[in-house]
């Protein structure tokens, strides 16, 4: 459920308001817009009448909210969401650009894909201290060692850093040296992981699992979202269909679905979301053009030697390209790079 506040409710109004919805079972998130105060109720919506609560001293309207993730709704935050780090907003104006390899491998690589990213325009390093990979005998990363060399690479080039995170033992760590913390596809319905990072005041980024419907994708949000964690940024990073030519098919199409849908910042992740280097440029472009407020992008200074995901990476003088070409496509639908 939903109850929309007036411009000129007061704190005791509010608080009123929200004790009744408390003392019927509701568990209450408040949120604050530039007019309206917002609160979402998650509880008994059978016992709920909107009538009840439109009479109260403040209330502007109420509304029941069917859908069955109510805090990742649009309707929660219609204004939408912008997740503020520092000097950088995701959700707003600007097209940002997360960039750097798929793994950490030593201090050459990391600082060198930090200055190149840099240099283009990325605002924030991805890199991966741990590695969830299909085989066992893959190169699994690099643990906190790595995660000081990303750190310290970003730091002299002025950038933040995202990185994944694994399992909740590893939160406290990767929250030492991150910016963000990153779910991977094979996390989305890790349900004890995302419980846990609803608990932090990190920032969360989200990728779609490999084989997740959008609602379910909003359900997994919901769960960070109901731990006190507003701070959540989705992320499309292809799915798995009957195609074998490309890695997964990215599915351009989730990025106005969920725009619609939910009032969280939607990202992209051509990288993954095709497997092929030659396809990234394009798929990038076309998510700026769709909407998203992101892109992920997998940058090596060298990749045919990268220890993973080398095939999918961009060479430096690419991801220049692609930056050029982003800030080209951004203007024409309203935003910049």
Request: include cysteine.
């Amino acid at each position: 459920m939903l109850v929309v506040m007036q411009e000129v409710a007061t704190e005791a109004q509010i608080d009123a308001v929200i004790d009744r919805l408390v003392g019927m079972g509701f568990t209450v998130h408040r949120s604050t817009g530039a007019v309206h105060t917002v609160l979402g109720g998650v509880g008994p919506i059978d016992q709920f009448e909107p009538a009840d609560f439109e009479v109260l001293d403040g209330v502007q309207e109420c509304h029941r909210i069917m859908s069955p993730y109510k805090l990742a709704s649009r309707s929660f935050r219609p204004q939408g969401t912008v997740v503020k780090i520092g000097k950088v907003e995701i959700g707003g104006a600007r097209v940002v650009a997360m960039a750097g390899p798929c793994s950490v491998e030593n201090e050459d690589q990391i600082e060198s894909s930090a200055e190149v990213v840099a240099k283009a325009g990325a605002s924030v390093l991805r890199a991966g201290a741990f590695k969830p990979r299909s085989s066992p005998w893959s190169f699994q990363g690099l643990g906190e060692p790595g995660l000081k060399m990303i750190r310290k690479a970003a730091d002299r080039n002025g950038l933040l850093v995202i990185s994944e995170v694994m399992n909740q033992t590893q939160i406290p760590l990767v929250c030492e040296y991150v910016d963000i913390l990153q779910i991977g596809a094979r996390n989305m319905q890790n349900y004890d992981l995302l419980k846990e990072v609803g608990k932090v005041s990190k920032p969360v980024l989200l990728k779609r699992g490999i084989a997740a419907t959008i609602e379910e994708l909003l359900l997994s949000a919901e769960y960070i979202l109901s731990g006190g964690n507003y701070d959540v940024i989705l992320c499309e990073r292809g799915i798995r269909t009957f195609e074998t030519y490309t890695r997964n098919t990215m599915d351009i199409s989730a990025i106005p679905v969920v725009k619609k849908l939910s009032h969280l910042p939607m990202m992209a992740d051509p990288s993954h979301g095709t497997g092929r280097r030659d396809s990234v440029l394009p798929m990038a472009r076309a998510a700026v053009a769709a909407g998203a407020d992101g892109v992920l992008i997998e940058v090596h200074p060298d990749p045919d030697r990268a220890l993973s995901d080398g095939a999918q990476s961009l060479y430096p003088r690419q991801f220049e390209e692609l930056m050029a070409q982003l800030r080209s496509i951004a203007p024409a639908v309203g935003r910049t790079l």
